[in-house]
């Protein structure tokens, strides 16, 4: 059974850091999309940031150019930067993976992904 853990998530103020992890366990997938995603309180999911398979990334205009994707391919480790945090930012942050998804699909948009963490939270303060 694949498994996606979470961690990282924390309070910071405003214009501070943080750095998400995301473990996978048993996920052998040599093709592989995996991104991360968020949902603030009464706010529907939003796509953040993914990595295909060829290593290009993709980020929500949100996030891009304080948030980077990365991953560790040797320890299996999903990794989310984040900096220049903002109030906006605070939400439940998901990681998610699949070695199923169409070419063009590995994108924030795209929300069928096959398998999902339950989250990590990020709140941040002004």
């Known amino acids: 059974q694949v498994q996606l853990v979470e961690s990282g998530g924390g309070s910071v103020q405003a214009g501070g850091s943080l750095r998400l992890s995301c473990a996978a366990f048993r996920y052998t997938y040599s093709s592989s999309c995996m991104g991360w995603f968020r949902q603030a309180p009464g706010k529907e999911r939003e796509g953040v940031a993914t990595l295909d398979s060829d290593g290009s990334t993709r980020y929500a205009d949100s996030v891009k150019g304080r948030f980077t994707i990365s991953k560790d391919y040797a320890k299996n480790i999903l990794y989310l930067q984040m900096n220049s945090l903002k109030p906006e930012d605070t939400a439940m942050y998901y990681c998610?993976?699949?070695?199923?998804?169409?070419?063009?699909?590995?994108?924030?948009?795209?929300?069928?992904?096959?398998?999902w963490g339950k989250g990590t939270l990020v709140t941040i303060s002004s």
């Open positions: 998610a993976a699949s070695g199923r998804v169409r070419v063009g699909y590995c994108r924030p948009g795209y929300y069928g992904l096959e398998y």
